[in-house]
């Protein structure tokens, strides 16, 4: 989600009172977690609304400004031209300014100039306030008993005592998924907590490991690692469960219909789940949350699945280093199929594990303060 100061996604224009708000909210793509996000700011902060349905996202990116230009009434108190530029990460701001020269470049003559530098004084960073619901209810026994145990966090250390995956002396934990360039950089295994809230429970092992993919149904998630990835633990007999989320749109990945074909055994949950609290079902009773993004500016899926007590696996790429330590991030391919060869073996790891990612710090009960302040002040 790409939060500016005036392009946040529906073709109609909707007003919270018959005086003209002083807030403008533009959304190109009014679904998902940017519809979540408008309805938000919505139901909290007096304004105006305009938006596109969410159909076409590369179309909607390069094109709805064109659309709005000629749609949105004119209105002295709403200004198209920004005071502020608010970015829902770092990465969103840097990669943004980084890239406007480079751009630049292609025109052919008559080249604004240091426009990043005009940019960037109004820039701030401003993360995208998730609604996390109690979840309480619907976490299992072993979520519940380890969300019992979150002061007890884990120190420098316990990390250093505590039992690695890979310590076990079975040496078919470490058989990669393709052959590994001898140079390579592995990834650490994922450790649990030294003070494991389920110990001696076989069950934790019995289970297979449940898999879950809750993202957009198109090929900026990139579906076709994910799937190829599954498909070569299914080769090596691992046992595992899967479910896989998110919206669809007019003409989704091909590769959808024959992974559904070839996991078909596996599969627990096949498609967008419409009720909220059924989504977050399948988000607290699944083990792993998968990321396999090659366009992410922030993330909510992935952070309502670690709300839901799912062990996470993201790129090493995008904005994922700047809200996930390093022991959740991947850099290759071959790297997440062997992260999750390993806890297919050992489910119980991702069970006792205690995530180290502190999602309230991303809450709109953190962040409600600071989206006041913003849509409240006046123009210079």
């Known amino acids: 989600m790409d939060v500016r100061a005036s392009s946040v996604g ?24 940017h519809k979540q996000l408008i309805d938000l700011l919505q139901e909290n902060i007096s304004c105006s609304v305009c938006t596109l349905p ?44 980084s890239s406007i020269s480079s751009f630049m470049k292609k025109i052919p003559d008559h080249r604004p100039r240091d426009l990043d530098q005009l ?32 002061d007890d966090i884990i120190t420098p250390q316990d990390e250093q005592e505590a039992p690695r ?9 470490t058989v990669s998924c393709e052959q590994q360039d001898p140079h390579q950089t592995t990834t650490a295994e994922p450790r649990t907590d030294p003070r ?46 899967l479910s896989v989320l998110g919206e669809t749109f007019t003409d ?48 909510v899926a992935m952070l309502e699945a670690v709300h839901c007590g799912c062990y996470p696996l993201c790129p090493k790429a995008l904005v994922y280093p ?19 060869q390993s806890l297919c073996r050992r489910p119980d790891v991702a069970r006792r594990h205690v995530v180290k990612v502190d999602t309230s710090s991303f809450s709109w009960s953190s962040l409600k303060e600071r989206y006041e302040t913003l849509l409240a002040a006046q123009r210079p």
């Open 54 to 97: 969410a159909k076409k996202w590369h179309w909607r990116a390069r094109t709805a400004a064109l659309h709005f230009s000629q749609t949105i009434p004119t209105c002295p108190s709403h200004s198209l031209v920004s005071d502020v530029v608010v970015f829902n990460s770092a990465f969103n701001m840097d990669s943004f300014l």
């Open 165 to 173: 995956l890979l310590s076990s002396p079975d040496e078919s934990l």
């Open 322 to 340: 700047e809200i996930f330590p390093a022991e959740y991030l991947y850099s290759t391919p071959e790297q997440l199929c062997k992260r999750l």
């Open 119 to 150: 940019i960037r004084p109004k820039c701030v960073v401003l993360y995208y306030p998730v609604q996390f619901p109690d979840v309480s209810r619907l976490l299992p026994e072993h979520k519940l008993v380890r969300r019992s145990h979150v």
């Open 252 to 299: 989704p990945p091909e590769i959808f219909p024959e992974a559904r074909r070839l996991l078909d055994r596996h599969i627990l949950n096949w498609g967008f789940l419409p009720s909220k609290d059924d989504y977050l079902k399948v988000l607290c009773e699944a083990d792993v949350v998968v990321s396999t993004a090659k366009h992410e500016f922030f993330g």
């Open 196 to 241: 494991p809230v389920s110990e001696g429970d076989p069950e934790d092992q019995r289970r297979p490991l449940h898999i879950v993919w809750p993202h957009r149904w198109e090929h900026d998630k990139d579906p076709e690692l994910f799937f190829s990835t599954l498909i070569k633990l299914k080769e090596r007999r691992l046992d595992f469960h």
């Open 10 to 33: 529906a073709g109609q224009m909707q007003s919270e009172s018959s005086a003209a708000p002083s807030v403008l909210l533009v959304e190109a793509f009014y679904g998902g977690s």
